[in-house]
């Protein structure tokens, strides 16, 4: 199956072509989606902070725009990543979106050199930032998280973190620190947020997940001992919820539900779930 969105290193001096336009505010977008042509862009006052080279879109050369705030474009809007996940069912330009997010919050995080304190620049041969007095490369950042369903037959251990909507529960989730396994990880984030013990985690799967540059590895374990003792700043509330009776659950779109329903239909004999993206 050939990918109708597929990211390349484009010399944004080339001239032509599409633009996401992108601000803190999130992408423009009109009736006809996130692409405009980038010459009619270029005809606009825009505040432009930097462009770069993302790839190519059913085939077309697509590049970055980034704004310094958002502007009035007529007949155009701004629309949050979260909004085009929740929203759009055209995954590949969610995959789109969601690589040029990170590729903004890279760049713009990298404007000047953290080890010298120079302007940095494109490299010209890779997706990196390199500083024009000292050398130094910054790649994107990419934040490995493990997030794992924790169960006990028939019941799953779900959290929430006061910033989910309310009365939504779901996996615990965290991310790896320096010189940790993903697998040490999993043991850490589970005994530091509700305090139980578990067997060997399971791999299962992953999905990037652009909020800003986690890399999701997700796995299951079941539970082996103990009670669940919340931690204070990021568990708002834990518990075990029977499979029969199991509280709001996060989006569809999400790797935690996916965890969620694969346990279900392999526990009630039904079809297993798609991981979306
Ligand atoms: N796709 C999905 O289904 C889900 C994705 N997630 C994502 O998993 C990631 C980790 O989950 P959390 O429970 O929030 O993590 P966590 O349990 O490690 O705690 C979050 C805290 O870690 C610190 N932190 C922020 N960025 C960090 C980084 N890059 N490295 C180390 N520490 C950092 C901050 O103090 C933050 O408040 C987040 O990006 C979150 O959006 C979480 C749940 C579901
Ligand atoms: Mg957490
Ligand atoms: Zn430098």
């Known amino acids: 199956m050939s990918l109708r969105w597929q990211p390349a290193l484009l010399d944004p001096a080339m001239g032509g072509g599409w633009a996401v336009v992108h601000c803190q505010q999130g992408f423009l977008c009109d009736a006809n989606g996130v692409l405009f042509p ?19 879109f059913d085939g077309d050369q697509v ?25 759009d069912d055209d995954t590949e330009r969610f995959r789109m979106l969601g690589f040029a997010a990170q590729i903004s919050t890279w760049a713009s995080h990298h404007r000047f050199c953290g080890s010298c304190g120079n302007p940095m620049r494109q490299h010209a041969t890779e997706r990196a930032m390199q500083c024009e007095s000292c050398g130094i490369h910054h790649y994107p950042r990419i934040s490995p998280s493990m997030i794992v369903l924790v169960t006990r037959g028939d019941e799953l251990l779900l959290a929430r973190s006061p910033r989910f909507a309310p009365g939504v529960y779901s996996t615990l989730a965290g991310f790896v620190e320096p010189g940790e396994s993903v697998e040490q990880c999993v043991r850490r ?11 060997e985690p399971q791999y299962i799967c992953s999905q990037g997940w652009p909020f800003p540059h986690s890399l999701m590895l997700g796995f299951h374990a079941e539970y082996a001992s103990g009670e669940i003792v919340m931690q204070p700043e990021e ?3 834990a518990g075990w919820f029977s499979i029969h009776d199991l509280p709001a659950l996060p989006a569809h779109k999400s790797i935690a539900r996916y965890l969620i ?17």
Do not use: C, N
């Open 189 to 199: 984030e589970v005994h530091e947020e509700v305090g139980v013990s578990i067997h």
């Open 235 to 237: 568990i708002e509330d």
């Open 63 to 87: 590049f970055l725009m980034e704004l310094a705030h958002p502007v009035e474009v007529p007949g155009a809007g701004w629309q949050g990543l979260r909004q085009f996940m929740m929203h």
């Open 261 to 277: 329903d694969l346990y279900l239909a392999r526990r009630l004999g039904r079809t297993e779930p798609m991981l979306p993206g």
């Open 38 to 56: 980038r010459d009619w862009l270029k005809r606009l006052d825009l505040p432009l902070l930097s462009e770069q080279g993302l790839g190519f």
